[in-house]
């Protein structure tokens, strides 16, 4: 059954048109480039009007590419609109200078990019941003991307990657902001303004690419490309929300997904790039396909050529083919033969051409070049302030952390604590290697300036059997008074795109060097670098101390270490659930409650009577996670009092108009002898509905400073968009329900308060 007959009735899909419906981005409103569009359309051949359509990798390339290389005489008969893996001001400037110069039209190129992370100052992967909770910073990392890429005359970015990713097994989950879809949503709207600023005309700003709809991070087994089963409910719910997030933060272009959607290929699916993108969100940019997407429609079946998946991508609502080689040699003849309208191809011209104009293409094609060959030194400030806000302490048994270096020996223990290309993680565009203080060089420069000492020993490589390094580890760790060891994955062979595993415990014989230091009797901080949540149960028994510092950037060094010896406080919080087994996958907080609910404490493991194995349970370990979503601690200690509430009660007719809404707050007291930002989480839970809705939903969050001693009240507020869902009736409304809402610190934690929520 075809996506649109599951959507119901016309009447339904009106009352979801008029409730989705966002306001117009500036750069789509203008009457005056609309008449320009109007008349270079009337000057436009059909090759020409196709040549927008079409965008090449010129530099280094992401996929299998095409083969071709005759772009400088595509581009001067006007049959190349955009090019992409260009990455100086110089090559940019050359290209574009035959467009502006020897093509017919003078039509400016677009260059793109995937900027996922940084442009020249590199910042943590995204997965690490988002854990920062604070939407601000990531903001203004994507503002110092975009305008280090605009000076080399980059304008289009293949970024924000907002797919809801539930499977720490898939490689990409590092590129997106985890399993919540609220959280999510912040954080793409916050790329958004970041990469577009408050005008999309400013030639430090660039357009920002949404990917990849839709239900990548859903795919099965968590390997790459693979198929998606989504519900529609669960579809409306948890994986669409980030994506119209940043539509209605005025995204200039989206991206289509490799994968099938519920046996329609993502590339082919018009109810979602047609139905819900265009007519029901009113988007108003152009999508790109992802990397020969296009053409990956001949062996996913549903094409048996290349003329006919472009027939069936173009009519589904892909405006351009990126490097799929279908456009070019086929659309024409496809408008030629009436299977695609002429019509249609001018609208997706105009879709392109708008956003070329929205940047100011059209007025200033070339770029200065400024700024490409050298990190800022406040860029490099706010790189080091992100990576600090990102890293999640895990465990801190005794207050192990920080570290007290004066008169102290400190081994530094791991390849990964002086591996510069690593910090970079997966996508790391034109940073280099050259820019990032590693650990070992900031440790001791920091630690020597508080008179202790560090031994650096590299242990092991991430991916070998080889323990030849092992013994020169365990004797630096018995000459210290502490060990740090840096573990992990490796950031482009295991990370980002084709980077699944199916094991998810530290590669190589790294955990085997972790037990024979701890062995060694001293107590062992474990920092641990990856793109996903890893397994970790033996270090959580048997380690003092456990941070998740991901692959933090340029400044990857100073701000580990500015963070371990206590200038700072680690304030990031997990936004993936990490697991105790791989056989937990997926996983994650807001699943729905089974009708045979357990609690892990209530079990042992083997089961031990009948009674208690006949429950949705693991017989041989927990339900839970190992560190839940939210999770993460710091250097203080903060309470926070039973959760507050300004009514008892609620009417769905009310918050449904709008004129009825809930308080909900709570005291916190920073109960330590350290400042602290703490990071409070609003959750709720309905019951007595119509459909079963998850054990908790994240509804808030808010950024808290508590200096020591110091005690601050919360509050939030929740309305109709906290508190509609799609019901039995597949209408995104507030229905009478029992509602449980908590103030807590993660997912797993809090004082609940109840309210009834009445007709």
Request: net charge neutral.
């Amino acid at each position: 059954m075809r996506f649109l007959k599951l959507l119901g009735c016309c009447a339904l899909l009106a009352s979801i048109m008029a409730a989705q419906t966002s306001t117009l981005p500036s750069w789509a409103t203008d009457p005056q480039t609309e008449t320009r569009i109007d008349s270079l359309l009337k000057q436009m051949t059909l090759d020409e009007k196709i040549g927008q359509l079409i965008t090449y990798s010129q530099g280094a390339p992401t996929g299998p590419g095409t083969g071709r290389s005759n772009y400088k005489e595509m581009v001067e008969k006007g049959q190349l609109g955009s090019i992409f893996n260009l990455t100086t001001s110089d090559e940019t400037n050359a290209m574009q200078k035959i467009a502006m110069e020897k093509s017919r039209l003078h039509i400016p190129l677009l260059f793109g990019l995937d900027i996922i992370h940084g442009f020249r100052t590199e910042f943590p992967v995204p997965l690490a941003m988002a854990a920062t909770w604070d939407p601000a910073i990531v903001e203004r990392a994507a503002h110092v991307a975009a305008k280090e890429a605009s000076h080399s005359g980059v304008r289009w970015t293949y970024s924000p990657m907002v797919d809801i990713s539930r499977d720490a097994r898939w490689g990409r989950i590092v590129e997106g902001a985890g399993e919540d879809p609220y959280l999510g949503s912040a954080v793409a709207a916050a790329y958004i303004r970041g990469y577009q600023g408050t005008k999309l005309s400013d030639p430090e700003s660039i357009a920002a690419c949404t990917k990849h709809f839709v239900g990548y991070g859903a795919a099965e087994g968590g390997r790459d490309y693979n198929t998606a089963e989504i519900s529609l409910r669960t579809l409306r719910q948890v994986y669409l929300p980030p994506f119209q997030a940043t539509v209605q933060a005025g995204a200039a272009s989206f991206m289509s997904a490799f994968e099938a959607l519920n046996t329609i290929p993502a590339s082919a699916n018009s109810s979602t790039l047609t139905q819900v993108l265009r007519k029901e969100w009113n988007f108003q940019g152009f999508v790109t396909s992802d990397w020969n997407s296009i053409g990956e429609l001949i062996p996913q079946g549903v094409a048996a050529n290349h003329t006919v998946a472009a027939a069936k991508a173009f009519n589904a609502g892909v405006d351009m083919d990126m490097e799929s080689n279908a456009y070019g040699p086929h659309l024409a003849e496809l408008v030629k033969s009436g299977v695609v309208k002429e019509s249609a191809v001018d609208e997706s011209v105009r879709r392109v051409l708008r956003v070329k104009f929205g940047l100011g293409l059209f007025d200033r094609p070339y770029s200065d070049g400024k700024g490409a060959n050298a990190i800022a030194p406040e860029d490099a400030e706010l790189a080091r302030k992100v990576a600090e806000e990102s890293f999640v302490l895990l465990k801190n048994d005794g207050n192990t952390l920080p570290l007290s270096a004066s008169g102290k020996t400190i081994a530094l223990i791991g390849h990964l604590a002086d591996d510069a290309q690593q910090m970079l993680g997966s996508w790391s565009a034109i940073s280099k290697a050259g820019d990032v203080v590693t650990l070992r060089t900031a440790l001791i420069k920091q630690a020597e300036g508080l008179r202790g000492h560090v031994i650096y020993s590299r242990g092991t490589e991430i991916l070998t059997t080889s323990d030849k390094g092992f013994a020169d580890a365990v004797a630096a760790a018995k000459k210290s008074d502490i060990v740090v060891l840096a573990l992990g994955e490796d950031a482009n062979l295991m990370t980002g795109e084709a980077g699944s595993r199916a094991h998810l415990e530290l590669p190589g014989n790294q955990q085997q060097l972790l037990e024979a230091v701890a062995a060694a009797g001293k107590p062992v901080v474990l920092l641990v670098f990856s793109g996903r949540p890893l397994v970790l149960n033996w270090a959580s028994q048997h380690v003092a101390a456990i941070m998740e510092v991901w692959f933090p950037g340029v400044q990857a060094g100073p701000a580990i270490a500015d963070v371990l010896l206590g200038a700072s406080a680690p304030s990031g919080r997990l936004t993936t659930s990490f697991p105790r087994a791989v056989g937990q996958q997926p996983l994650y907080y807001n699943h729905f409650n089974t009708g045979r609910p357990t609690r892990d404490t209530d079990l042992t493991h083997p089961p031990k009577s009948f009674a208690e194995k006949f429950m949705s349970r693991y017989v041989d370990e927990q339900n839970s996670p190992l560190y839940p979503f939210g999770y993460g601690l710091t250097y203080s200690t903060v309470s926070y009092s039973p959760t507050s509430v300004s009514s008892a009660s609620l009417s769905a007719k009310s918050v449904n108009a709008g004129t009825e809404k809930l308080t909900v707050s709570a005291e916190l007291k920073n109960t330590g002898g350290r400042a602290v930002d703490e990071v409070v989480q609003l959750y709720i839970r309905q019951v007595n509905t119509s459909v079963v809705r998850p054990v908790r939903e994240l509804k808030g969050f808010q950024r808290v400073a508590l200096a020591p001693g110091a005690s601050q009240k919360v509050e939030f507020t929740i309305g109709r968009d906290e508190l509609k869902f799609w019901g039995l009736d597949m209408k995104d409304q507030v229905e009478p329900a029992a509602l449980t809402v908590w103030i807590a610190p993660d997912s797993a934690s809090g004082k609940p308060a109840s309210v009834a929520i009445s007709e």
